[in-house]
Structures are given as C-alpha cells and as structure tokens.
C-alpha cells in the first residue's frame, strides 16, 4: 500500500508505546512496532494495519516505511489475519538485517 496526501494528524506504534505528530512537530527519526497507524484528515479518521518499520519527521512530513500495511476497511476479519500476521510470516520465512 503506497498512500500520499495531506493529513492533520498522524498517530503510529511506537516500540516503546504510540505517539502523535502534528503539523511543526520536531524532527525525529523512530522504529515502529505492530499495530495500527492512525492519520486524520478534517473530521474523518483513517486506520492502516502496520507491522514494523521506520517513520521519519521532517519539515511537516511524516514518512513511514514498513513491512506490511494495510487499511483495515481493506481487512476482511472473518478470513485474513491481516498485515501483522503476513509480517511476522516474512520475518520468519527470510529474517531481517536487524535479528529474529
């Protein structure tokens, strides 16, 4: 999933608990965890499953680069066990530069 648009609020899964960036937050660099990305634009809030990564914060830009994402309107709960699950497979099946 590729997705690039104005947003005025961005809540992601930090490894060491979630965190939020508004428009002039400081620069930041971050690895993320297992969980749901959550950003809003106007009234409407927006989820998207993600399963580690790394989001930098950079002159009002937040960029994200994970193993699986995916919006959770897209997540059929009944049959797939979603982006954390598919994450967790790849890692087993071809590991990481960073361990397990």
Do not use: N
Not at 40 to 57: A, C, L, P, T, Y
Not at 76 to 83: E, P
């Amino acid at each position: 999933m590729a997705f690039r648009d104005e947003v005025d609020y961005v809540e992601a899964p930090g490894v060491l608990g979630f965190f939020g960036v508004l428009p002039g937050h400081a620069p930041f660099l971050s690895q993320i965890g297992e969980g749901r990305l959550q950003y809003r634009q106007g009234d409407e809030e927006h989820f998207i499953e993600i399963h580690w990564g790394f989001v930098e914060v950079l002159d009002d830009e937040v960029i994200v680069l994970t193993e699986t994402a995916e919006a959770v309107e897209d997540v059929d709960l009944a049959t797939d066990t979603g982006a954390a699950e598919r994450g967790r497979s790849r890692r087993e099946e071809f590991g990481t530069a960073y361990g397990s």
